[in-house]
Each structure stands twice: as C-alpha cells, then as structure tokens.
C-alpha cells in the first residue's frame, strides 16, 4: 500500500497514542499487518538473535476474551494512585491533559476487545534478575518500528502493557509458550479523523544533561 507522505520527523513527531479515535468497524486488511511487520523485522536485535515472535490476533473471539482482560485490569489500574487521570493535579496545563488521557484510556478499556487487530509482540529469552535492557532491548524497537510503519500506512496505534498484569492468563488464550515474553499489546486498525500534531512536552534543557548529572 502507498505510504503518506510524511518527512522521517514528521512520522516520528507525529505517531501518537490513538485510544478513543480507532475505527472499531472498519475490517483492516492482514496484508497491510504483514507490512508493517516486514518492517519492523529490519529493527536491530541483541546479537542478531531475532528471537521475537508476533501474535496477530483477528479472530473476535479471541479479541474479546483478551479484551475483558484487558477490561478487568483497566478498572484496577482507575483505582490505583498511579491512574494517568490522577496525575500532575497541581498544574492546570498538564491536568487538562492528563484528563483527556484518562477519558481516551477509559474508551479503550471498555472497547479493546473490539479493535479489529491486536498485536502482541513476544521475545524469547529468560528474564535475568539484574540488567533486563538486552532482552527487552531486542523487542521494543521492532515494536516501535511497527507502530511507524502503521502510522505510515494510515493506521493508529497505541502502546499497552496492562493486560502484563495477567500476562500468564492471555498466554494461555493465545498458547504463547513458555520462554517466550509478551512485550506489549498493540490494537491497530484505521483512526478517525486527520490531525496528528507534536505533543506538547517539557522543553528539552530542562531534561537534558551534559557530561554530567
């Protein structure tokens, strides 16, 4: 399929979090997910290893079931102290966006199991009990590679670890076996709506060090 036309910045500055604004009716061709998948099997890996599988998951009773999982452990997480809408209460500026956030999370919580593609990238290995960075170091860029790709393609993506809470429980609806790690939940199907914008972030000297802390 014909990429946008989008510059290397502006793909990166603008493939956000898409929740409330995916296309919960519009089929999204297996095609189109062998792409993206194409792409991200470029990613580097630790040694060269390439030791990631990917689950693509199209089946509706299989998303369903992943989605009341999901569903089960976004109430918990609205409980918590941790909950995005709960956050930077004491800066007017960030809390409207925090509240946003949490309304779009809240769609997507309740509606996940709906979303007509669900992509959980798996990498093997045995979770060593110091440094994890080369293990998770071998999945994650592959996986980013695969939301930018998406987004290239006029797809929306969020990124999602949830559901790793009951990580065991959707193993076992997918038959993930054991060594294999999921290393994040990604729902993908076509957005609604056109605008994609840079996010609003904390300017860069005041996260930015030089030489030193």
Avoid at 66 to 87: F, T
Avoid at 128 to 149: E, K, R
Wanted: proline share 8%; net charge neutral.
């Amino acid at each position: 399929m014909p990429t946008l036309p989008l510059t290397p910045d502006e793909l990166l500055t603008t493939t956000r979090s898409v929740r409330k604004r995916l296309d919960l009716t519009r089929p999204v061709p297996i095609e189109l997910i062998r792409e993206c998948l194409e792409v991200a099997l470029q990613a580097p890996s630790g040694s060269n290893r390439q030791g990631w599988q990917w689950v693509v998951v199209t089946d509706p009773q299989q998303r369903a079931a992943i989605g009341e999982v999901y569903r089960r452990v976004w109430r918990e997480y609205q409980a918590s102290p941790g909950y995005a809408g709960n956050l930077h209460q004491d800066d007017p500026a960030r809390a409207a966006a925090q509240s946003k956030i949490a309304d779009s999370g809240t769609f997507l919580g309740e509606h996940l199991g709906e979303v007509p593609v669900l992509v959980v990238p798996c990498i093997a290995g045995t979770l060593p009990a110091g440094n994890q960075a080369g293990l998770w170091g071998s999945i994650l860029p592959a996986t980013w590679s695969f939301m930018l790709a998406a987004r290239a393609r006029g797809l929306g993506t969020v990124w999602t670890t949830l559901h790793l809470a009951y990580e065991a429980e959707v193993a076992q609806l997918l038959g993930i076996p054991d060594g294999y790690h999921q290393a994040a939940l990604i729902p993908v199907a076509y957005y609604t709506g056109d605008t994609f914008k840079p996010a609003a972030r904390a300017a860069l000297d005041t996260v930015l060090h030089l030489n030193r802390w």
